[in-house]
């Protein structure tokens, strides 16, 4: 079982940026493909990026595209999102999670494949 911790989270003004990191304990990183996600309030959770085990596959959601990356220091045991050019929809809890589906380049976007869950990070982004 791995746990997991957002930080990093925060009030920026619109077009500014954030990177949100999530550490991971209890087991080593490497072993699970990891996502983020995001709820505003009053909404729904929805996928936000996700990358493999291996960190040559990625997969964005369109309204990120272009202004998110992701990214997975295994050695650190962490995983990063970094967040530029953010607008007020941006506004949101922020949460990682760990999926030991797939192959070594499997990336999901399906809230059921993942199997643990940070707690979550707040980023209000103001306009």
């Known amino acids: 079982q791995v746990q997991l911790v957002e930080s990093g989270g925060g009030l920026v003004q619109a077009g500014g940026s954030l990177r949100l990191s999530c550490a991971a304990s209890?087991?080593?990183?490497?072993?699970?493909?990891m996502g983020w996600f995001r709820q505003a309030p009053g909404k729904e959770r929805e996928f936000v990026v996700c990358?493999?085990?291996?960190?040559?596959?990625?997969l964005y959601a369109d309204s990120v595209k272009g202004r998110f990356t992701i990214s997975r220091d295994n050695a650190k045991n962490t995983v990063y999102l970094q967040m530029n050019r953010l607008q007020a929809e941006d506004t949101a809890d922020y949460y990682c999670a760990a999926s030991l589906w797939g192959s070594s380049d499997y990336t999901t976007p399906k809230i059921n494949d993942y199997n643990y869950w940070g707690q979550g990070t707040q980023v209000t982004v103001s306009s």
């Open positions: 209890g087991r080593t990183l490497s072993s699970y493909a």
């Open positions: 990358i493999s085990r291996s960190g040559g596959s990625t």
